[in-house]
Nanobody, 123 residues
Framework: QVQLVESGGGLVQAGGSLRLSCVLS????????MGWFRQNPGEEREFVAA????????AYADSVKGRFTISKDNAKNTMYLQLNSLKPEDTAVYYCAARFGQIVRATASYEYWGQGTQVTVSS
């Protein structure tokens, strides 16, 4: 059974940085396409970024392009999201997710999910 565990969230001032991590256990990490999503109460979960199983392809939401960087280390079974130049509107619970197949942005296409880590950006 696949398990995903996120870490690295916290409180940061606008303009600051954080690095989120997501560790996958239970299956062969390197075969999964991985993604990051975020959600605020009462809102739909939205796509943030994704990376292909071999790290060769990435995709970003327009709202984070140029500020966030997704990466993965297959040797450590870990995916990362570097968050730079943070804005108050980046405040959300950030979730990592995994799926077989190509990069997609649709939440429903991801099979496995972590429990989330809170990111709060103060102005």
């Amino acid at each position: 059974q696949v398990q995903l565990v996120e870490s690295g969230g916290g409180l940061v001032q606008a303009g600051g940085s954080l690095r989120l991590s997501c560790v996958l256990s239970g299956r062969t990490f390197r075969t999964y396409t991985m993604g990051w999503f975020r959600q605020n109460p009462g809102e739909e979960r939205e796509f943030v970024a994704a990376i292909s199983w071999n790290g060769g392809m990435t995709a970003y939401a327009d709202s984070v392009k140029g500020r966030f960087t997704i990466s993965k280390d297959n040797a450590k079974n870990t995916m990362y999201l570097q968050l730079n130049s943070l804005k108050p509107e980046d405040t959300a619970v950030y979730y990592c997710a995994a799926r077989f197949g190509q990069i997609v942005r649709a939440t429903a296409s991801y099979e496995y999910w972590g429990q989330g880590t809170q990111v709060t950006v103060s102005s």
